[in-house]
């Protein structure tokens, strides 16, 4: 018995198993996340005071490049919660002050305090900008002043 129809319903399956490959292919993909955010850096106790040094710059790096979100996160728990995002983003839009990056030197307080000591740019004058350590990591102090100008 001679079956026409058989090679087209043949055909047809192979395409349908080949769309549902394909769909299954696609369709578990992961979505594409953001990017985690860098973390602050957690050094050895020796290294302490380059560790906070380190946060103070990459928060100030991030402001100059107007990446407030990760500036912000950058920020101490209580400082966050001073100042929430949406606020800190606004006060940041304002102006950043320019520092010399290259001059920052930090020196331990306490074993979880430092205090980063930057050269204005173009300026003799210097900010002192305190960053301490929580749970292992550097943050910086904000709780008054400005996002470009914080001080506890």
Not at 7 to 14: E, T
């Amino acid at each position: 018995m001679r079956r026409p129809w058989l090679p087209a319903v043949i055909g047809l399956l192979v395409l349908a198993a080949l769309a549902l490959l394909v769909a299954v292919y696609f369709g578990l993909r992961p979505a594409r996340q953001p990017p985690p955010p860098t973390p602050p850096v957690q050094p050895p106790a020796a290294n302490a005071p380059e560790a906070a040094r380190h946060a103070v710059v990459s928060y100030m790096k991030h402001l100059q490049a107007g990446d407030y979100a990760a500036a912000h996160r950058l920020l101490t728990a209580e400082s966050r919660q001073r100042h929430p995002l949406a606020e800190f983003e606004r006060l940041a839009r304002q102006g950043v002050t320019l520092y010399d990056l290259s001059s920052a030197r930090a020196k331990l307080v306490r074993p979880d305090r430092a205090e980063v000591t930057i050269h204005l740019e173009g300026d003799p004058a210097e900010a002192t900008i305190i960053a301490a350590r929580r749970d292992g990591s550097w943050y910086v102090v904000y709780l008054r002043g400005r996002p470009g100008f914080p001080y506890p």
